[in-house]
């Protein structure tokens, strides 16, 4: 039996999921969080499907046998592969799955232009496919498929140079051209700076966190889970030997990222 008072679990393939925790930390800031990223299988966009559904799989499972109260899987690739599955075995559980905020673009931008950036993993996967068919007759969906900016951030490069060479020639084709760009990778805001500044100020950029973070409190609230007392915290854990993303945890969590998305 879940208790108001136990944690709720976030899950990503590494760091980005922190750009999701931050979300969820705001909406409701007396929570207890246990963040687990999978350092050291990172990154998930460019491993066969079904690796990344056992992956996933694996280190929900763990987390869901502690007393976590709600999973939030904040990965858009692991969501995509496995979050299906993890509500077939857990039925009785809460369970949040983040995806592109491809519909919520749509919804501000009708008859606009919209960008997905994402890992090719996401951009293939039917559920998204079929969204993006839905709405390909009140916008103009574009897919840009990105590698490599995962590694970046996990690094702690997400607005470097580096940053800036990998991702000048995939977007600054699309400067003044895009009314919105998707950030389909919770990697992926942390490079918001760069990103913006390569397109232009007139370009929307969006991603899935906040509805995140709205779906789980209102699942919480629902089910009367919702913590209204003490103090909130997070407690970070990784996968691997390293001590790099314990050392960047923080930072990120605190990272200016432009306040819209």
Excluded: W
């Amino acid at each position: 039996m879940c208790r108001p008072s136990d944690a709720i679990g976030v899950f990503d393939s590494g760091l980005g999921g922190i750009s999701v925790l931050r979300q969820l930390r705001t909406r409701m800031p007396r929570e207890r969080f246990v963040y687990f990223g999978d350092c050291a299988n990172a990154p998930y966009g460019v491993r066969p499907r079904q690796e990344v559904a056992e992956l996933t799989m694996r280190a929900c499972r763990a987390l869901l046998d502690t007393p976590v109260k709600a999973l939030v899987v904040a990965c858009n690739t692991a969501t995509a592969a496995a979050i299906d599955s993890l509500r077939q075995e857990f039925p009785h559980r809460i369970i949040v799955g983040i995806e592109p905020a491809l519909k919520l673009a749509a919804d501000r931008h009708p008859g606009g232009t919209i960008a997905v950036m994402a890992t090719p993993l996401t951009l293939e996967q039917p559920k998204f496919q079929h969204l993006q068919q839905h709405l390909s007759g009140s916008c103009t969906v574009i897919d840009l498929p990105v590698a490599g900016l995962v590694e970046l951030v996990e690094s702690g490069r997400a607005n470097s140079p580096q940053a800036a060479e990998l991702l000048e020639p995939l977007l600054s084709p699309y400067r003044g051209r895009l009314d919105a760009l998707v950030l389909g990778c919770t990697h992926y805001p942390f490079a918001a700076e760069t990103i913006s500044r390569i397109l232009g100020p007139s370009t929307d950029l969006l991603d899935g966190g906040a509805g995140t973070a709205r779906e789980t409190f209102r699942r919480l609230e629902a089910q009367g889970l919702l913590n209204k007392e003490g103090e909130g915290s997070v407690c970070f854990r990784f996968s691997g030997s390293s001590r790099l993303p314990y050392e960047l945890a923080d930072s990120l969590l605190q990272a200016d990222i432009p306040a819209h998305l």
